[in-house]
């Protein structure tokens, strides 16, 4: 049973940095998609980053690109997410990821293809 669990939410000024971790009880050993996602709405989830485990590849949507960097700690799989240069727009529920994935080509639209999710962390940048 995979278990995710997000921690390090918080509040933060204008122009601040968070770092957002993913704790995983069970990965599998290749092919995984592991992404952050924010909630703009009561059904849907934005994609933020993505990362393939297999070889590092990494994701970003545009409006993060360059401010946030995600990553995971290889020993521990646990999932990060460095949020620099904070703004208001980027407030919001962030929910860790997963879902297998054979190519390193990782999805960061129609969230609905990860099939595991965390509880979700709030951020919120004023």
């Known amino acids: 049973h995979v278990q995710l669990v997000e921690s390090g939410g918080g509040s933060a000024q204008a122009g601040g940095s968070l770092r957002l971790t993913c704790g995983v009880s069970?990965?599998?050993?290749?092919?995984?998609?592991m992404a952050w996602f924010r909630q703009v709405s009561e059904k849907t989830r934005e994609g933020v980053a993505a990362?393939?485990?297999?070889?590092?590849?990494?994701y970003y949507a545009a409006p993060v690109e360059g401010r946030f960097s995600i990553s995971q700690d290889e020993a521990s799989k646990s999932l990060y997410l460095q949020m620099d240069n904070l703004r208001p727009e980027d407030s919001g529920t962030y929910y860790c990821?997963?879902?297998?994935?054979?190519?390193?080509?990782?999805?960061?639209?129609?969230?609905?293809?990860?099939?595991?999710w965390g509880q979700g962390t709030q951020v919120t940048v004023s």
């Open positions: 990362l393939y485990t297999d070889d590092g590849s990494t």
């Open positions: 069970r990965l599998r050993s290749s092919g995984n998609c």
């Open positions: 990821a997963l879902m297998p994935q054979t190519t390193p080509a990782c999805p960061l639209v129609g969230w609905r293809v990860y099939d595991h």
